[in-house]
């Protein structure tokens, strides 16, 4: 099934790379990864952050739906799949951090998007999300015309975004916010049951979602 990223896929990087750029140095210095850290990059599109996470963590994997995207990545060190994020291909609690860069607003079925990171994530993993900001007013005219122009999207405000994390037991480390968007890290806080935080709201349908042992 052709997915809406496929048919700009080529030409993504040459676009949306230099204006990026400066965004994507503040979240390098915002992860601050060890050489151990194995970090996803969920929506990771052509790789334009993960590739700046090469030599800086253990292993950098790459899940995106649209296979036209992840074909421009084409580095051999960052291990790609094909897929939805909803529903990830990895273990439980596989992971030290979760990136999501540019992706959240794209997706409909966000609160099975943050139950699936909060299922891949260690205990104490960090989550960093690059988003269009609903609490701003530019944030809320790229929301439109991105709708308009290109496909639906589904932004969400900074504070709205914080609830729904703080709910799955996630804690806001930092955050920089500007006249459109933010970016924010947060930590997933593990008191007992290894990555499930006793602070999740809806923890007994959890405890089986997730094969807690
Ligand atoms: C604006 S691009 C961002 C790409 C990359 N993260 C970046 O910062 O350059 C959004 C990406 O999210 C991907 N995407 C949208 N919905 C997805 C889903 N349910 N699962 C995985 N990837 C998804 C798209 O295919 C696209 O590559």
Redesign the pocket.
């Known amino acids: 099934m052709v ?4 048919r700009v ?1 080529p030409y ?1 990087d040459r676009w ?1 790379g230099r204006f ?1 750029s400066g965004r ?1 140095d503040r979240m390098v210095d915002l992860l601050s990864c060890t050489p151990d850290d194995v970090v996803l ?9 993960a590739r700046r996470l090469l030599g800086r963590c253990g292993e950098i994997h790459l ?4 296979s036209q ?1 992840v074909e421009q990545v084409r580095h051999g060190k960052i291990k790609t799949r094909v ?4 529903v990830a291909p990895y273990p439980d609690r596989f992971f030290d951090a979760v ?5 959240f607003h ?2 409909r ?1 966000q609160d099975l ?1 943050l139950d699936e990171v909060f299922r891949l994530l260690k205990p104490e993993g960090r989550l960093l999300v ?1 988003e269009v900001d609903l609490d701003r007013v530019l944030g809320r005219i790229a929301g439109r015309l991105e709708t308009l122009l290109f496909t639906r999207v589904f932004p969400t405000g900074f504070q709205h975004f914080c609830t729904r994390l703080e709910k799955r037991g996630f804690r806001l480390v930092d955050e920089v916010r500007d006249s459109w968007s933010f970016i924010g890290l947060w930590k997933l806080e593990a008191y007992s049951l290894g990555g499930l935080s006793v602070s999740h709201a809806e923890l007994p349908e959890n405890v089986d979602r997730f094969q807690v042992q």
């Open positions: 997915k809406p990223f496929d896929a993504y949306i990026m994507l990059d969920l929506g990771g599109g052509t790789g334009l952050f899940l995106d739906e649209s995207m897929g939805s994020g909803t990136v999501l860069s540019d992706v794209h997706i079925e998007l690059n």
